[in-house]
């Protein structure tokens, strides 16, 4: 079965602090993960996604087959931050498939 | 340019209406799927279309639930007889090209909050 799991609903750390938001997957083959954000009042956008390896905003994830994880990792957040953080993948469809999402909330 | 755009943006029914929800891809965007996203849920994926394609209906929950797409271009999303647990918020999203050809992202639209009272 092809699944998204993201175990945390809320995620609340201060500023400054580490943050890793944990992505697990079930696929047959080789994925391909994404990860989507939401800040308040604004549309679900694409954040970053495996195949580029890129940083976007301080953020990374690394692909990691043998613990089928996506995890999302920011060494110092900020209140800006804040949103509601979906991990997604694609299926042998093409269509995506998100996980529950999570909660990423900064306080000051 | 402009995004994906949906409308309306709130919609209020009374259970057992019917309610069609419309949706406009980015100008050239050949892919079109619907999502709900509900409290507790995540994202679900509901429909997908892809030019003349069939459309992959794989997601849509029951046969209370239709889409179509005119032309290629807008999107409209009908629940019949519509039930509470049908409330949530439905996005549409569109991509330049089908999802298997290279890393065709895809743009989300703002939403429509439906609420089956």
């Known amino acids: 079965a092809q699944r998204v799991t993201q175990p945390e609903k809320l995620l609340s750390v201060f500023k400054g602090a580490p943050v890793e938001l944990k992505c697990n997957y079930s696929?047959?083959?080789?994925?391909?993960l994404f990860w989507y954000v939401q800040y308040s009042r604004q549309r679900l956008q694409l954040l970053l996604r495996?195949?580029s390896r890129e940083s976007i905003k301080g953020f990374t994830a690394d692909l990691n087959k043998g613990e089928t994880s996506f995890h999302l990792k920011k060494p110092f957040a900020q209140e800006e931050d804040s949103a509601m953080y979906y991990c997604?993948?694609?299926?042998?469809?093409?269509?995506?498939?998100f996980g529950q999402g999570t909660t990423l909330q900064v306080k000051p | 340019g402009a995004g994906v755009s949906q409308s309306p943006s709130n919609k209020v029914t009374e259970k057992g209406k019917d309610v069609e929800l419309r949706c406009d891809p980015i100008?050239?965007?050949?892919?079109l799927y619907w999502y709900r996203q509900s409290l507790g849920q995540g994202l679900e994926f509901l429909i997908y279309?892809?030019?003349?394609?069939?459309?992959?209906k794989s997601g849509l929950p029951s046969d209370r639930f239709s889409a179509e797409r005119t032309g290629g271009s807008v999107s409209t999303l009908t629940i019949q007889r519509t039930q509470q647990e049908d409330s949530a918020v439905y996005l549409c999203?569109?991509?330049?090209?089908?999802?298997?050809?290279?890393?065709?992202?895809?743009?989300f639209g703002p939403g429509t909050r439906l609420t089956v009272l």
């Open positions: 999203a569109s991509s330049l090209g089908p999802p298997g050809q290279g890393e065709n992202e895809q743009f």
């Open positions: 696929y047959s083959g080789s994925p391909e």
């Open positions: 495996h195949i």
């Open positions: 997604a993948l694609k299926s042998n469809t093409g269509k995506l498939i």
């Open positions: 100008s050239g965007h050949t892919a």
């Open positions: 279309f892809q030019g003349n394609s069939a459309p992959d």
